[in-house]
């Protein structure tokens, strides 16, 4: 099983100033056709989770553009380039370069 | 867009079993591949498998093997999730969503459902 490691965990940001969670994998997350398999998701307070990013730094729809995604292989970046209030909530990166797919600890951010 | 409308809340007996579902609408449901996760309370996600209708596929994680089963009617466009032999650690919410297809593989999940709380409680 590939283990999914972020950091940090808590992350408190004001308003305007960016954000960065890290995401780094036991095992390459990169397939033979070229594309790392690993999404970003965000779960706001009382919510499912939805899908911020995939393929690494493909952004979702509907997704704002101050979210972005980077890395390969094992070692990945969200970037929030100014964050907004409506941003608070936990973070996860998830892997499913194997069959059995792995979801991080989760960063949860915090205004403050 | 595909929308995702889960059952309600359950209470279950530990030992016994519940069978929770997941209606999908406004979108291609049989080419689709649909998964399950679920999140303990105050904990993280955890995922538990899926199924791809058109196919008939299904994958399950090890840890689930043998105690979940997941299955899709494509006459009502619903997934079911079945867990059995329910213990306390059991109790968590059930999140059914859409996956992003790569060579019938899930790659990302593009759309959750709301979540089905599941208590499991003597």
């Known amino acids: 099983e590939i283990v999914m490691t972020q950091s940090p965990l808590s992350l408190p940001v004001t308003p305007g100033e960016p954000a960065s969670i890290s995401c780094k994998s036991s095992q390459s997350l990169l397939h033979t056709n070229g594309y790392n398999y690993l999404s970003w998701y965000l779960q706001k307070p009382g919510q499912s989770p939805h899908l911020l990013i995939y393929?690494?730094?493909s952004r979702a729809s509907g997704v704002p553009d101050r979210f972005s995604g980077s890395g390969s292989g094992t070692d990945f970046t969200l970037k929030i380039s100014r964050v907004e209030a409506e941003d608070v909530g936990v973070y996860y990166c998830m892997q499913a370069r194997q069959t059995s797919i792995t979801f991080g600890q989760g960063t949860r951010l915090d205004i403050k | 867009q595909l929308h995702l409308v889960q059952s309600g809340a359950e209470v279950k007996k530990p030992g016994s079993s519940v069978k929770v579902s997941c209606k999908a609408s406004g979108g291609p449901f049989s080419s689709s591949g649909f998964t399950w996760v679920r999140q303990a309370p105050g904990q993280g996600l955890e995922w538990m498998g899926g199924i791809i209708p058109l196919l008939g596929t299904t994958n399950y994680a090890q840890r689930f093997q043998g105690r979940v089963t997941i299955t899709a009617d494509e006459s009502t466009t619903t997934v079911y999730m079945e867990l059995s032999s329910l213990r306390s650690d059991d109790t968590a919410v059930y999140y059914c969503?859409?996956?992003?297809?790569?060579?019938?593989?899930?790659?990302?999940?593009?759309?959750w459902g709301q979540g089905t709380l599941v208590t499991v409680s003597s």
């Open positions: 393929f690494g730094s």
């Open positions: 969503a859409r996956a992003g297809l790569v060579d019938r593989e899930y790659v990302w999940f593009e759309t």
